[in-house]
């Protein structure tokens, strides 16, 4: 069974697909997260990409942006717990 599960990983490895899955789940737990803050437009802030580290979050305006910005120290020690060095910082851009 670990001989499988190490051809797996490898495979996963070799094409990327375990970063993207991974990926996959931090975009899906920050979109969560941001709708709990932001309930009355959940359009306000999407989760966009992971690359590099970096969690990049598109905001409708510049108060969304500021009112990010307060909570954002919570949702990167919420995603660093659960994924580790997969997020290191986020930032904010304007759609």
């Known amino acids: 069974m670990d001989k499988l599960f190490n051809i797996a990983q490898r495979r996963l490895h070799h094409y990327k697909l375990g970063e993207s899955s991974q990926a996959s789940y931090?975009?899906?737990?920050?979109q969560k997260?941001?709708?709990?803050?932001?309930?009355?437009?959940p359009g306000a802030v999407l989760p966009l990409k992971l690359q590099r580290s970096t969690l990049w979050l598109k905001v409708k305006n510049?108060?969304?942006a500021q009112?990010?910005?307060?909570?954002?120290?919570?949702?990167l020690t919420k995603l660093k717990?659960?994924?580790g060095a997969l997020v290191e910082q986020i930032r904010i851009t304007y759609r």
């Open 81 to 83: 717990k659960n994924y």
């Open 26 to 30: 931090v975009l899906f737990e920050a």
């Open 62 to 64: 510049a108060s969304v």
């Open 33 to 41: 997260f941001l709708r709990g803050y932001f309930e009355e437009d």
């Open 67 to 75: 009112e990010l910005q307060g909570i954002s120290p919570q949702l």
